[in-house]
T-cell receptor, first 112, second 118 residues
Framework: SQELEQSPQSLIVQEGKNLTINCTSSKTLYGLYWYKQKYGEGLIFLMMLQKGGEEKSHEKITAKLDEKKQQSSLHITASQPSHAGIYLCGADRRNYGQNFVFGPGTRLSVLP | DTEVTQTPKHLVMGMTNKKSLKCEQHMGHRAMYWYKQKAKKPPELMFVYSYEKLSINESVPSRFSPECPNSSLLNLHLHALQPEDSALYLC?????????????????FGQGTRLTVV
């Protein structure tokens, strides 16, 4: 099984609607990253969360970290077609002798 | 300048060809990474360079040969690839946290090179 699970796998919303994407880790989180990827392109860093209860916002995107649940959520308010893409969470795994792992991604489509 | 530049954007090569992927950053980052991403899958780490030295090799076949000629450049030399090596190859850089210390800063990714092996 994946170390990082994301839900939902894919999401189709109408423009203007709010949405939430979740990322759950099977191991203690020491740093959780959110990236966005347009099809076939590089990853765009959105934000990084380090401490339990931390919440960060960038434009209409807000991410929270629940350390106890080993979970992070990404919330988009009033979605726009420009928000469409694949959202990946990533986690620092150096404390486990690995490096960096990504979740499977959530594919977001926003209908105009 | 907060960009990681990868060239070429697209590459088609035969199984007997030798080619190289290039990656460049001018942010003063001392850690650079190669990732491979298959369609509809998350990126998978291949190599990590820290202070121009190879620090991580995730059991990548020898037909992929990384090189870090200086702190701004990272190459991936390709030779005798197989069709299953076709993928998006992503380069990234970050401030080097030092060996054994958690990454506390974001990694910047390039746009990738889409490689097709025929």
């Amino acid at each position: 099984s994946q170390e990082l699970e994301q839900s939902p796998q894919s999401l189709i919303v109408q423009e203007g609607k709010n949405l939430t994407i979740n990322c759950t880790s099977s191991k203690t989180l020491y740093g959780l990253y959110w990236y966005k990827q347009k099809y076939g392109e590089g990853l765009i860093f959105l934000m990084m969360l380090q401490k339990g209860g931390e919440e960060k916002s960038h434009e209409k995107i807000t991410a929270k970290l629940d350390e106890k649940k080993q979970q992070s959520s990404l919330h988009i308010t009033a979605s726009q077609p420009s928000h469409a893409g694949i959202y990946l969470c990533g986690a620092d795994r150096r404390n486990y002798g690995q490096n960096f792992v990504f979740g499977p991604g959530t594919r977001l489509s926003v209908l105009p | 300048d907060t960009e990681v530049t990868q060239t070429p954007k697209h590459l088609v090569m035969g199984m007997t060809n030798k080619k190289s992927l290039k990656c460049e950053q001018h942010m003063g980052h001392r850690a650079m990474y190669w990732y491979k991403q298959k369609a509809k899958k998350p990126p998978e780490l291949m190599f990590v360079y820290s202070y121009e030295k190879l620090s991580i090799n995730e059991s990548v076949p020898s037909r992929f040969s990384p090189e870090c000629p200086n702190s701004s450049l990272l190459n991936l030399h390709l030779h005798a690839l197989q069709p299953e090596d076709s993928a998006l190859y992503l380069c990234a850089s970050s401030q080097d946290p030092g060996a054994g210390v958690s990454v506390n800063t974001e990694a910047f990714f390039g746009q990738g090179t889409r490689l097709t092996v025929v």
